[in-house]
Each structure stands twice: as structure tokens, then as C-alpha cells.
């Protein structure tokens, strides 16, 4: 049996290199490739002795480093307390709850399978709904969708109807601020906007923020790698395991350690459910980039026929009814709708 695992070894560690594309997800580069076919691999992990490559942002083992109050805690101070950020310096966290989705009966599909955490935060200061999703590569109009998100869980917050005055309703309706996680291969803002942006409503003259409907924080995993070469506080320890994937790292940060330690639990006890998670994820992932382009193919067709049509309804008002302005005369001979003529009638006397 000795000999025969003598054999057996080396051919394993012979496999050719994995492209990086076995995980688009993750930030792993090319040359990380044969580490990713090791992390994919239980039995060469095991008798190999290496140690696996995570893709910590993958939805799984994010909501499992996450779903600890703790560490969510820590995370959302570093992120969200003190100067230029969301809230002032002197912000106490009483609370934290976690809560079921409750607002995304509005949402975009393709957005709402990409939330990590819905949260009610209780502060010294009120309280405020945080959403924390990822996107691993932004799509077109991103920027456009998470307002329309973010809006949509501002409105559907239950309002208390007191029956006495209207605009007391609205009092209770809290704060919501929504963390936008992006990973991918390309920056989403220029490079003068910081790898961690924090967008609020602001008066344009004095630039104070003296409505708080709705905040914006962005992190910017690929700006973050470029910019950042070791991590300088607490935040950036934080985003460095984000960015980097990096469970080898000593960090400070005791809350990131206690992440850390979680992300090998799983891996050591968990592995399954997580590669199967991690499978799904990106078979719908391909199956709505799939389908969105055969609707977009689909608006094309339908936008170049509805041209042919208004084109063929022209052509046929100038040769049956050169000099007739009765749209129902002209409906009724061309067999269309009264709309239609109408249509194509001012699409004529613009061009004319």
C-alpha cells in the first residue's frame, strides 16, 4: 500500500495548472491557478499537506463570517464611525438584530439574490436599517439599481398610521444604509475616489448632510489591491481579507482573527455545503447573464421590427393617401390602428 501512494502522489501534483476561470468570483490571478485546483481538491489538500485557498466573498462563508454579531459589530464601526464617514465620531452601537429580507419585494432579481445581511442597528442616536450585498462584477446601470434598491427599502418600511396627523406617520420610519461589497477586475469609480466611497445626501452650497434618507458606502476590492500594499488599521485588515482572500495573515484585529478561524471551520467541516454553494451560485450567475442577453437580443428584434413596420405604414400612407389627414380613413384602408397613423403622422411632419 506504501508503494503504491508513492505512486499515486506525484501524479496528482502533475495535473496540469487549473485556469483561474474555475472561480470567477474569486480574485485569485493566474498564477494562483494550480493553488485554486489544490483548494478544489480535498484529497491532494489532505495527503499533500497544503494549505486551501477560500473565496471568502462567496456568499456561504460570507454570511458565515457575518452572521456573528461580533464581528459584524467591529466591521460596521470601522466602516461606518468617524470623520467623513456615516455617522459622527461620538456613535454608540446599542444593538444589533439580523432580519429576514424583509424589504425586497421591490428588488431587482438579479440584486436581490446578491444581499448578505439585512440588519436593524440600534444607536445612542436612533435606529437605521443596513443592507450589506456584494456584486462581484458590476453590470451596466449598477450605480442606477442600488439607488432603485436602496429606495425601495426606504418605502417599504411599515409605516404606523396614528390616524391623527399625517406627516406623524413618517417618524418612524428609519435610516437606511446600504454596503455594497465589488469585487471584479476593473475599478468602478475613477482613481481619485477612495477605494472605501461614502455617498450621502448633501446641500450643495455648504455640502452639510442635513437629510439622512438613504446612504451609500462602497468598497472597491480591486482599487483597494492596487492602492494598498499591508494593511494600516483595523478597517483595512478587514478589507485585506476581503481583497485578498488571505486566512495566512497575522492580523491584529481580534474580531478578524475570530473570522479567520471561522473560515477554516468551515472548510474543515463545511466543505460540501460550501462547494455546492459555490457551484449554484455560479450556474445562476451564467444562467441570468445568459438570459439577459437573450432579452436584450429580444428588445433589438423587436425594436427593428417595429421600425420596419412604422417605415411600411409610412410608405403606404404616402402611396394610398398622399393627401388625406383623416387618420381614421387612412386606418381603416391600411388596416391598423388610428395610434399607428398617428405615430407614423408625426414621425412624417418631424422629418419633413
Given at each position: 500500500?506504501?508503494?503504491?501512494?508513492?505512486?499515486?502522489?506525484?501524479?496528482?501534483?502533475?495535473?496540469?495548472?487549473?485556469?483561474?476561470?474555475?472561480?470567477?468570483?474569486?480574485?485569485?490571478?493566474?498564477?494562483?491557478?494550480?493553488?485554486?485546483?489544490?483548494?478544489?481538491?480535498?484529497f491532494v489538500r489532505v495527503f499533500g499537506g497544503c494549505s486551501a485557498t477560500v473565496d471568502v466573498t462567496h456568499d456561504y462563508m460570507f454570511k458565515g463570517i457575518f452572521k456573528d454579531s461580533h464581528r459584524m459589530r467591529d466591521f460596521l464601526s470601522q466602516l461606518l464611525i468617524g470623520d467623513g464617514k456615516i455617522f459622527s465620531i461620538d456613535t454608540k452601537f446599542t444593538d444589533i438584530s439580523y432580519i429576514q429580507n424583509e424589504y425586497i419585494q421591490n428588488a431587482p432579481p438579479e440584486l436581490a439574490k446578491k444581499i448578505i445581511c439585512d440588519i436593524v442597528l440600534s444607536t445612542n442616536k436612533g435606529q437605521v436599517v443596513i443592507e450589506m450585498q456584494k456584486n462581484c462584477y458590476p453590470q451596466e446601470q449598477f450605480l442606477n439599481r442600488?439607488?432603485?434598491?436602496?429606495?425601495?427599502?426606504?418605502?417599504?418600511q411599515e409605516i404606523l398610521h396614528t390616524g391623527k396627523d399625517s406627516m406623524g406617520d413618517y417618524q418612524n420610519v428609519d435610516r437606511v444604509v446600504l454596503i455594497s461589497v465589488v469585487g471584479g477586475y476593473n475599478n468602478l469609480f475613477e482613481m481619485d475616489v477612495p477605494f472605501v466611497s461614502y455617498h450621502s445626501f448633501t446641500e450643495s452650497t455648504t455640502h452639510k448632510k442635513l437629510i439622512h434618507p438613504i446612504d451609500f458606502v462602497i468598497i472597491e476590492l480591486k482599487k483597494f489591491i492596487d492602492e494598498v500594499h499591508e494593511p494600516r488599521n483595523f478597517l483595512e485588515e478587514w478589507i485585506w481579507l476581503l481583497a485578498h482572500n488571505d486566512i495566512d495573515y497575522d492580523y491584529t484585529n481580534k474580531h478578524v482573527q475570530s473570522a479567520v478561524q471561522r473560515i477554516k471551520v468551515i472548510m474543515r467541516d463545511e466543505f460540501a455545503t460550501y462547494e455546492k454553494c459555490r457551484r449554484d451560485e455560479i450556474y445562476r450567475d451564467r444562467a441570468l447573464s445568459?438570459?439577459?442577453?437573450?432579452?436584450?437580443?429580444?428588445?433589438?428584434?423587436?425594436?427593428?421590427?417595429?421600425?420596419?413596420?412604422?417605415?411600411?405604414?409610412?410608405?403606404?400612407?404616402?402611396?394610398?393617401?398622399?393627401?388625406?389627414?383623416?387618420?381614421?380613413?387612412?386606418?381603416?384602408?391600411?388596416?391598423?390602428?388610428?395610434?399607428?397613423?398617428?405615430?407614423?403622422?408625426?414621425?412624417?411632419?418631424?422629418?419633413?
Open positions: 500500500s506504501h508503494f503504491w501512494l508513492l505512486l499515486y502522489i506525484p501524479v496528482l501534483f502533475c495535473v496540469p495548472a487549473q485556469p483561474a476561470s474555475l472561480n470567477p468570483h474569486s480574485n485569485l490571478k493566474p498564477i494562483d491557478a494550480r493553488r485554486n485546483f489544490i483548494y478544489r481538491n480535498p442600488i439607488g432603485f434598491y436602496a429606495s425601495s427599502l426606504h418605502t417599504n445568459s438570459a439577459m442577453k437573450d432579452l436584450k437580443v429580444k428588445e433589438e428584434e423587436i425594436k427593428k421590427k417595429d421600425e420596419k413596420i412604422n417605415l411600411i405604414t409610412k410608405a403606404a400612407i404616402e402611396a394610398l393617401c398622399p393627401t388625406s389627414d383623416n387618420k381614421e380613413e387612412i386606418a381603416s384602408k391600411l388596416e391598423c390602428s388610428i395610434s399607428m397613423v398617428e405615430d407614423v403622422m408625426k414621425t412624417m411632419s418631424c422629418r419633413k
